[in-house]
DNA sequence: TGACCCATGTAAGCCGTTACATGATTGG
DNA sequence: CCAATCATGTAACGGCTTACATGGGTCA
């Protein structure tokens, strides 16, 4: 069983889900295509770790809901103590960025505009989440206790709403030196 | 020609350095081991992009220092302006922390306890190169200029210095949660 | 009317990791 | 004395992406 496997397994141990809503849903803290994850699904079902119910639906396909069984928990549980893995960053920006110097510099600040408006996206994205999380768990005021099956969401949340306003910041500030030092060509910087 | 040749040129492009030397640097850009690295630059050898003067070394073994070509130059140009793909991050620890709930208190603990000493060393690492950077340009006052090779590893050392310090806080900020929620069981925190 | 969302699955191929291979020097 | 660092390479395998496949409903 991989990493990704374990990862499917969190999800369920909150609430059942749909293969489709795994793969959504998973993407913030580990990048997979759905064509990775049905045939992982059809694995763990096979192992005994998840279980499904198919469900037919009118005006849109039927779907399978996924929900975690006792020998999937006990798995959960003897993984969840082991050394994690580091982090895999991929990151082709930075990549560009080392070699910015290269590029003129209205293309500069294309490709930190075009970072920019990503994690804006990112950023709703998240404030949404966080708002959903709110509806779900009842609690609008405070926040999920260390008990509750949402308290890992409720960290990450919170965790992915600072990372994607660090990252904003430093596409400000990368902007205004690329704007400061190109005082002698007087171009409108991009909307 | 994939993203990670586009990275070795983009470093490339500051100065020449050796296969070993790339396998190490482009770690916080684009993790990858030497086994990847090594093949691609003979490609990128033969393609024109870079060219190679080997070293005899006493005491050490021969060496390869590279450098991109004027063909290797103009093909990180015409990449540049192409939109960058997203970011891909893989992170084992934060699939643990998403059913953190499951786990043992004191399990949980020490998880974020393993992440902060990651993200401490990683810090320290990212001060050292800043200096490393301050060394090389003689800049140990300002910042190097937009013009200058080392503007882009520059601003890498700078965010990657704030991700650090965020991930930090994030980790205190859990702890915290962790330890005001277990005041009944009146365990010891780790050291 | 053409693109996007829901929803699941398979197959081919590239990308990336692990393991195999070698070997001298330095530091704990 | 064992581990780590420098330094380069190949081979096998598993993980991940891209493409193929299907098909109704919604929205601009």
Known sequence: MNTL????????????????ELMQQIQPLWRAKHSQIYP????LEQ????????????????????????TGLAKLRSWLPEQADEPVKRDE?????????????????????ERRALFQN?????????????????????EPGLRSPYFGNYILIKRAIAGAQLELEWCSWVMHILDEEQGQCAER???
């Open 47 to 70: 192992l005994g770790c998840v279980r499904f119910v198919q469900v037919t639906q009118k005006e849109k396909p039927d779907k399978k809901i996924y929900s975690i069984t006792e």
């Open 93 to 113: 920006l930075l990549l560009k960025a080392y070699c910015l110097s290269l590029a003129e510099p209205r293309q500069a600040r294309h490709l930190i505009a």
């Open 5 to 20: 496997s374990y990862g499917l397994l969190a999800l369920l141990s909150v609430k059942p889900r749909t293969g489709y």
């Open 40 to 43: 992982l699904l059809a694995k």
């Open 122 to 142: 990112h950023l709703a994205k998240y404030n949404a989440q966080l708002a959903e999380l709110k509806r779900e768990t009842g609690l609008s005021d405070g």
């Open 189 to 191: 910087p991009e909307p």
